[in-house]
């Protein structure tokens, strides 16, 4: 008969322990990831006696956690995919708020230049309104040298963040191979919550970068993160290093470092707020460094352009009114040098057209003696041409309005570069001009019907399309030379006309000969009179019917200061599509990189939204099974405090029956 | 049996009163700021369309401000051509005294005194500033007076030709200004297609008409002389050469006293007794400055001299005088003509613009404004629901076993 003292004794230790297990869960009821424990009862073996088998007590079994692999597999991976867009939606609501704010937008500014602009072509001649314009260009630049200065705050934060994060993975690597380490070594049945610790590391890193775990055979954990980079081997962990992008000091790449060996595994990461910051870089941050460079780009290019095509106030031919976008810094700037390369010749990059600009950088790289350009936003190869064989060299890739300059030196195969045409321009962007006088509102010729005219010719329009001829730069404020157009005799007959210069005497400068015009229509003369007069880099429109003799003068437009011929091309700017191939005008350009991070953080939101009840429902699921509920608990108590004062009665019961035997023989 | 962590259900009722604070202040910025869509990503579609509405409006709002600009330019220098008709009303008139063939030389002299004065105002008006100082008719050289007399005392045009051109619609652009040249300077003396004279030299009086002139061509080939002689039969003639080519265009014709001359679109007739070697000139019409016409007149009346001849030449000056200064006043009625129809012009743009405004501005209410009933109803139910979480979740933390250990 076994015997009732051993059989109370048992009761009394295995609800003692389940009463101090169920404390544990009691104490442990708000720990982030703690699984909540069992003591497991076992009826001990029973005693063969006298043919029957009698109950021999209880004995602890094993104190387990109630957990479930699959659920916890779940937490992770929802865990991932929820931080990752978390991530990525608060970069894209820093970009879409302070691009959108009306009151502080580019929008606002450019509309303010424009205004200012129009001002200036009402009344050209008044200085307020030029400075009003000159400070209005000055805003404008600031306010472009401001948003890229946000943006740039907010890639130092997000590089920063990826920085941190690579050192947390690091040292939640080392982590849970020490784990790993502890629960293979542990004698017999690994401890409950050394595995609920490395559960909890492991959910920790998911949150930052997604990750995949195999177990082995002695219980320890193998951690994969991204696509299958390994950060634990068994006891053995690698560390993640964040550094800087040999291609591009102001971005970061990842590599996986074991300590011997390294490799880059920026690419193959995703999931968590890691995946999360660099897929923001990409999809929101670079693409609006390039709209508003791109923006900044072309503004620059079409008032320089335009304003040298004017005439200042102080009757001077205008120069750029912003930033030359070719100067040898600004081109320079475009291309970063790969700091393995050997070659001498780094090249630098001008813009063409800056309508065919888009949104996108390029690596130039040499291979077997073909230059490969490569769009990164689409990794396609754009254009492949065989390596300059004598330098300098410039060659043009026309699809994208840039024409890449070698300066003289060396190539060697493996070099490349990483070409941004538009990146940095907004920081770039200043100011060229220090008055606003030297706004050229005028145009620098002016045209004139000679009084003793018969005929009913007028001049209907003075175009300038180059400033940089002859014509225009071999005398200041003069025009070399300056011309009469003079209708021929003999009589009756119209359409022929001579060219005189004026500037000493009347010499001829094309004698008659020329027919073509045709009365009552638009001629432009120049182009009929053809070379050299059509290259002079202006052209006279001469309409009705002039009569033998009738002269046009054609001068340097010295004291034209209420002329706004200029301006009013200046003012037509703001609706004209000077970017995407023609379709888009400076404000729509930027309004699209607003609609587009709008878009992208709208479906983002919505994305987020929906991971995060992913995920709520995924620890639903897991603290459903694992987590500890206190009423439970608290029946628990009660239950086992009751078994434990049963089992004292037994031991009570177990003394009484022993006294009743002593009594007895006494 | 669905079995449910105390932590769980802290978390999830936690979790809904966040869901409803998120939602509760959401719409609570969109009551304080009245905007529907606070940040582009609340309707990238709308937050694209109020940016293109906001230039847009900004834009017509500039053509109006614009247009104010122009249309007080334009009214400046209408106001300033008010003046210069009146001003040329009376030199009409003076001009017919002039042509009364019974006044002698001193009435002539005090219709001169009054001509030159009323040729001071005009030329006073013509040099008009605006506000800034500018000058109203010297095109683009606002800063240079654009009339005045040089040491020959002929009037000189020192401005240039341009005209400002202002924007006052995407498709409208109308002038600020108009240049001097353009209203004082290119007017055709004589008919518009020709003008004529007498040789001050004649010792006949014949007088010209001013004539007419039938195209085609459209002008004159060249200036003509009408030369008198006489025939063989001691009758006056009159022959006409072509000044440039040097040919005879009409041979020697005997002259009856009215009778019209013709020839090449020309018809003039001429009256009065020409002497041998008498000259008449017809020149195509040019541009002479409305100055200029009357300083010719000024001219002919201090040269008057009283006599058949002296009579007869400044009756062919004032001829031409008076059909010149025809042509003047049809110019100035042209150029306030296009200024009252550029002042249409703006009005209508004006409006039109400023419709275009109102549509767009509905049109960004639309997008951009919240509906505030709408609005206010979800706030309210919004603060119900997340009164009701928060009293049943301190209802359901207060449940706990342990309270009646």
Same mark, same amino acid.
Request: hydrophobic share 35%; proline share 3%.
């Given at each position: 008969?076994?015997?009732? /003292?051993?059989?109370?004794?048992?009761?009394?230790?295995?609800?003692?322990?389940?009463?101090?297990?169920?404390?544990?869960?009691?104490?442990?009821?708000?720990?982030?990831?703690?699984?909540?424990?069992?003591?497991?009862?076992?009826?001990?073996?029973?005693?063969?006696?006298?043919?029957?088998?009698?109950?021999?007590?209880?004995?602890?079994?094993?104190?387990?956690?109630?957990?479930?692999?699959?659920?916890?597999?779940?937490?992770?991976?929802?865990?991932?995919?929820?931080?990752?867009?978390?991530?990525?939606?608060?970069?894209?609501? $820093?970009?879409?708020?302070? /691009?959108?704010?009306?009151?502080?937008?580019?929008?606002?500014?450019?509309?303010?230049? /424009?205004?200012?602009?129009?001002?200036?072509?009402?009344?050209?001649?008044?200085?307020?309104?030029?400075?009003?314009?000159?400070?209005?260009?000055?805003?404008?630049?600031?306010?472009?040298?401001?948003?890229?200065?946000?943006?740039?705050?907010?890639?130092?934060?997000?590089?920063?963040?990826?920085?941190?994060?690579?050192?947390?993975?690091?040292?939640?690597?080392?982590?849970?191979? &020490?784990?790993?380490? #502890?629960?293979?070594?542990?004698?017999?049945?690994?401890?409950?919550?050394?595995?609920?610790?490395?559960? +909890?590391?492991?959910?920790?890193?998911?949150?930052?970068?997604?990750?995949?775990?195999?177990?082995?055979?002695?219980?320890?954990?193998?951690?994969?993160?991204?696509?299958?980079?390994?950060?634990?081997?068994?006891? &053995?962990?690698?560390?993640?290093?964040?550094?800087?992008?040999? #291609?591009?000091?102001?971005?970061?790449?990842?590599?996986?470092?074991?300590?011997?060996?390294?490799?880059?595994?920026?690419?193959?990461?995703?999931?968590?707020?890691?995946?999360?910051?660099?897929?923001?870089?990409?999809?929101? %941050?670079?693409?609006?460094?390039?709209?508003?460079? $791109?923006?900044?780009?072309?503004?620059?290019?079409?008032?320089?352009?335009?304003?040298?095509?004017?005439?200042?106030?102080?009757?001077?031919?205008?120069?750029?009114?912003?930033?030359?976008?070719?100067?040898?810094?600004?081109?320079?700037?475009?291309?970063?040098?790969?700091?393995?390369?050997?070659?001498?010749?780094?090249?630098?990059?001008?813009?063409?057209?800056?309508?065919?600009?888009?949104?996108?950088?390029?690596?130039?790289?040499?291979?077997?003696?073909?230059?490969?350009?490569?769009?990164?936003?689409?990794?396609?190869?754009?254009?492949?041409?065989?390596?300059?064989?004598?330098?300098?060299?410039?060659?043009?890739?026309?699809?994208?309005?840039?024409?890449?300059?070698?300066?003289?030196?060396?190539?060697?195969?493996?070099?490349?570069?990483?070409? #941004?045409?538009?990146?940095?321009?907004?920081?770039?962007?200043?100011?060229?001009?220090?008055?606003?006088?030297?706004?050229?509102?005028?145009?620098?010729?002016?045209?004139?019907?000679?009084?003793?005219?018969?005929?009913?010719?007028?001049?209907?329009?003075?175009?300038?399309?180059?400033?940089?001829?002859?014509?225009?730069?071999?005398?200041?404020?003069?025009?070399?030379?300056?011309?009469?157009?003079?209708?021929?005799?003999?009589?009756?007959?119209?359409?022929?006309?001579?060219?005189?210069? %004026?500037?000493?005497?009347?010499? @001829?400068?094309? +004698?008659?000969?020329?027919?073509?015009?045709?009365?009552?229509?638009?001629?432009?003369?120049?182009?009929?009179?053809?070379?050299?007069?059509?290259?002079?880099?202006?052209?006279?429109?001469?309409?009705?019917?002039?009569?033998?003799?009738?002269?046009?003068?054609?001068?340097?437009?010295?004291?034209?200061?209420?002329?706004?011929?200029?301006?009013?091309?200046?003012?037509?700017?703001?609706?004209?599509?000077?970017?995407?191939?023609?379709?888009?005008?400076? #404000?729509?350009?930027?309004?699209?990189?607003?609609?587009?991070?709008?878009?992208?953080?709208?479906?983002?939101?919505?994305?987020?939204?929906?991971?995060?009840?992913?995920?709520?429902?995924?620890?639903?699921?897991?603290?459903?099974?694992?987590?500890?509920? &206190?009423?439970?608990?608290?029946?628990?108590?009660?239950?086992?405090?009751?078994?434990?004062?049963?089992?004292?009665? @037994?031991?009570?019961?177990? $003394?009484?029956?022993?006294?009743? @035997?002593?009594?007895?023989?006494? | 049996?669905?079995?449910?962590?105390?932590?769980?259900?802290? =978390?999830?009722?936690?979790?809904?009163?966040?869901?409803?604070?998120? !939602?509760?202040?959401?719409?609570? *910025?969109?009551?304080?700021?009245?905007?529907?869509?606070?940040?582009?990503?609340?309707?990238?579609?709308?937050?694209?369309?109020?940016?293109? *509405?906001?230039? !847009?409006?900004?834009?017509?709002?500039?053509?109006?401000?614009?247009?104010?600009?122009?249309?007080?330019?334009?009214?400046?220098?209408?106001?300033?051509?008010?003046?210069?008709?009146?001003?040329?009303?009376?030199?009409? !008139?003076?001009?017919?005294?002039?042509?009364?063939?019974?006044?002698?030389?001193?009435?002539?002299?005090?219709?001169?005194?009054?001509?030159?004065?009323?040729?001071?105002?005009?030329?006073?008006?013509?040099?008009?500033?605006?506000? =800034?100082?500018?000058?109203?008719?010297?095109?683009?050289?606002?800063?240079?007076?654009?009339?005045?007399?040089?040491?020959?005392?002929?009037?000189?045009?020192?401005?240039?030709?341009?005209?400002?051109?202002?924007?006052?619609?995407?498709?409208?652009?109308?002038?600020?200004?108009?240049?001097?040249?353009?209203?004082?300077?290119?007017?055709?003396?004589?008919?518009?297609?020709?003008?004529?004279?007498?040789?001050?030299?004649?010792?006949?009086?014949?007088?010209?008409?001013?004539?007419?002139?039938?195209?085609?061509?459209?002008?004159?080939?060249?200036?003509?002389?009408?030369?008198?002689? *006489?025939?063989?039969?001691?009758?006056?003639?009159?022959?006409?050469?072509?000044?440039?080519?040097?040919?005879?265009?009409?041979?020697?014709?005997?002259?009856?006293?009215?009778?019209?001359?013709?020839?090449?679109?020309?018809?003039?007739?001429?009256?009065?007794?020409?002497?041998?070697?008498? !000259?008449?000139?017809?020149?195509?019409?040019?541009?002479?400055?409305?100055?200029?016409?009357?300083?010719?007149?000024?001219?002919?009346?201090?040269?008057?001299?009283?006599?058949?001849?002296?009579?007869?030449?400044?009756?062919?000056?004032?001829?031409?005088?008076?059909?010149?200064?025809?042509?003047?006043?049809?110019?100035?009625?042209?150029?306030?003509?296009?200024?009252?129809?550029?002042?249409?012009?703006?009005?209508?743009?004006?409006?039109?613009?400023?419709?275009?405004?109102?549509?767009?501005?509905?049109?960004?209410?639309?997008?951009?404004?919240?509906?505030?009933?709408?609005?206010?109803?979800?706030?309210?139910?919004?603060?119900?629901?997340?009164?009701?979480?928060?009293?049943?979740?301190?209802?359901?933390?207060?449940?706990?076993?342990?309270?009646?250990?």
């Amino acid at each position: 008969m076994p015997s009732l /003292f051993g059989i109370g004794v048992s009761g009394l230790l295995s609800n003692q322990a389940s009463l101090s297990t169920t404390s544990h869960n009691i104490a442990n009821a708000n720990v982030e990831g703690y699984s909540r424990q069992r003591a497991q009862h076992i009826n001990r073996n029973p005693e063969f006696i006298g043919g029957n088998y009698f109950g021999n007590g209880v004995e602890i079994g094993r104190v387990t956690r109630i957990f479930e692999q699959t659920r916890q597999l779940e937490v992770q991976s929802s865990t991932s995919s929820f931080m990752e867009l978390e991530a990525y939606l608060s970069q894209a609501n $820093r970009v879409d708020e302070f /691009f959108a704010d009306s009151q502080n937008g580019l929008n606002n500014s450019l509309q303010t230049f /424009f205004s200012a602009i129009q001002n200036v072509s009402n009344d050209p001649s008044s200085t307020t309104a030029r400075q009003v314009m000159f400070e209005q260009s000055q805003s404008l630049v600031s306010k472009f040298d401001s948003i890229y200065n946000q943006l740039e705050a907010q890639s130092n934060q997000i590089n920063q963040s990826i920085d941190d994060i690579a050192q947390e993975i690091t040292s939640l690597g080392k982590s849970i191979a &020490l784990l790993n380490s #502890q629960i293979a070594g542990s004698a017999g049945q690994a401890a409950p919550d050394l595995l609920d610790q490395r559960d +909890a590391a492991i959910t920790r890193l998911s949150e930052l970068v997604s990750v995949q775990t195999v177990e082995q055979s002695d219980g320890s954990y193998n951690v994969f993160v991204g696509s299958g980079q390994s950060l634990v081997v068994g006891s &053995l962990s690698n560390s993640v290093v964040s550094s800087q992008n040999p #291609q591009d000091p102001k971005s970061r790449i990842l590599s996986l470092s074991s300590g011997i060996s390294s490799i880059e595994i920026t690419n193959n990461i995703s999931g968590g707020v890691l995946g999360g910051l660099l897929a923001a870089n990409t999809d929101i %941050m670079e693409p609006a460094y390039n709209t508003l460079g $791109r923006v900044a780009l072309s503004i620059a290019d079409s008032f320089n352009a335009q304003n040298s095509l004017g005439m200042d106030l102080n009757n001077n031919l205008g120069g750029d009114l912003f930033t030359d976008i070719n100067s040898p810094a600004v081109a320079a700037s475009r291309v970063i040098s790969h700091v393995s390369n050997t070659g001498t010749s780094v090249p630098t990059v001008t813009i063409d057209n800056p309508s065919l600009l888009t949104n996108s950088n390029y690596t130039l790289f040499l291979q077997g003696g073909n230059f490969q350009l490569v769009d990164q936003t689409t990794n396609s190869t754009v254009s492949t041409f065989a390596a300059p064989g004598t330098l300098p060299a410039n060659v043009a890739i026309a699809s994208l309005g840039i024409t890449i300059n070698f300066p003289a030196g060396t190539f060697v195969n493996g070099d490349s570069y990483d070409i #941004q045409p538009t990146k940095n321009f907004s920081r770039e962007l200043s100011l060229a001009i220090t008055s606003g006088e030297q706004i050229a509102a005028a145009s620098p010729v002016r045209g004139e019907e000679v009084q003793s005219n018969i005929g009913s010719g007028v001049i209907t329009g003075i175009s300038v399309t180059d400033t940089t001829t002859s014509q225009f730069t071999s005398a200041a404020n003069d025009l070399s030379p300056p011309i009469r157009i003079q209708f021929d005799t003999p009589p009756g007959v119209v359409g022929e006309f001579s060219i005189y210069d %004026m500037s000493s005497g009347s010499a @001829v400068l094309l +004698a008659g000969g020329i027919s073509g015009y045709v009365p009552n229509q638009d001629n432009n003369m120049l182009a009929l009179a053809g070379a050299p007069y059509d290259a002079y880099g202006y052209e006279i429109t001469i309409n009705g019917d002039p009569q033998p003799n009738d002269q046009f003068d054609i001068n340097y437009n010295n004291n034209g200061g209420g002329d706004n011929s200029n301006a009013a091309i200046f003012a037509e700017l703001q609706s004209l599509g000077v970017l995407d191939n023609g379709n888009s005008s400076f #404000q729509q350009a930027f309004s699209q990189i607003l609609g587009t991070v709008g878009v992208k953080a709208q479906a983002a939101q919505i994305q987020r939204d929906a991971a995060e009840s992913i995920l709520f429902q995924a620890k639903e699921r897991k603290a459903s099974l694992s987590g500890v509920n &206190l009423d439970e608990e608290a029946a628990n108590l009660i239950k086992f405090q009751q078994a434990y004062e049963a089992s004292a009665q @037994v031991i009570n019961i177990a $003394r009484s029956l022993f006294q009743t @035997v002593l009594d007895s023989v006494r | 049996m669905m079995r449910i962590s105390t932590t769980q259900m802290t =978390n999830s009722g936690v979790r809904q009163m966040l869901l409803r604070q998120a !939602e509760l202040q959401h719409t609570q *910025l969109q009551l304080s700021t009245q905007k529907r869509i606070l940040k582009a990503s609340d309707d990238p579609v709308g937050a694209t369309a109020i940016n293109a *509405l906001t230039a !847009e409006i900004s834009k017509l709002e500039q053509y109006n401000a614009n247009a104010d600009s122009v249309k007080a330019s334009n009214e400046l220098e209408e106001s300033v051509l008010a003046g210069a008709t009146d001003v040329l009303f009376r030199m009409r !008139e003076l001009a017919v005294s002039l042509g009364n063939g019974s006044y002698d030389e001193s009435e002539f002299d005090s219709i001169g005194v009054e001509l030159k004065q009323r040729l001071d105002e005009l030329v006073g008006l013509a040099n008009s500033q605006d506000a =800034n100082g500018n000058y109203l008719f010297s095109g683009g050289q606002v800063k240079v007076k654009p009339f005045t007399v040089d040491s020959a005392g002929n009037y000189q045009f020192n401005g240039d030709q341009s005209q400002r051109m202002v924007r006052i619609s995407s498709g409208v652009v109308v002038p600020a200004s108009d240049s001097g040249f353009d209203v004082f300077v290119k007017i055709k003396d004589g008919n518009g297609k020709f003008a004529v004279s007498s040789n001050s030299a004649n010792t006949g009086n014949a007088t010209i008409s001013p004539g007419s002139y039938q195209a085609p061509p459209d002008y004159l080939a060249e200036p003509y002389t009408v030369a008198f002689g *006489l025939n063989a039969s001691n009758q006056t003639t009159y022959t006409v050469t072509g000044d440039t080519s040097g040919t005879t265009i009409v041979p020697a014709t005997v002259y009856n006293e009215g009778e019209a001359i013709s020839f090449n679109g020309v018809t003039v007739s001429v009256d009065g007794e020409p002497q041998v070697g008498d !000259e008449l000139n017809i020149k195509p019409s040019s541009s002479v400055s409305l100055f200029d016409t009357v300083k010719t007149a000024l001219d002919g009346i201090e040269s008057f001299q009283d006599g058949g001849a002296g009579r007869a030449h400044f009756t062919n000056i004032i001829t031409n005088f008076q059909e010149s200064l025809d042509r003047a006043m049809d110019n100035t009625d042209l150029s306030r003509g296009k200024i009252g129809a550029r002042l249409n012009t703006i009005d209508s743009e004006v409006d039109t613009n400023l419709s275009l405004i109102v549509s767009n501005k509905g049109s960004l209410s639309d997008i951009r404004d919240l509906d505030f009933v709408e609005a206010s109803t979800r706030f309210s139910q919004q603060l119900t629901v997340l009164e009701a979480a928060q009293t049943s979740f301190v209802r359901v933390q207060s449940l706990s076993l342990f309270n009646f250990l």
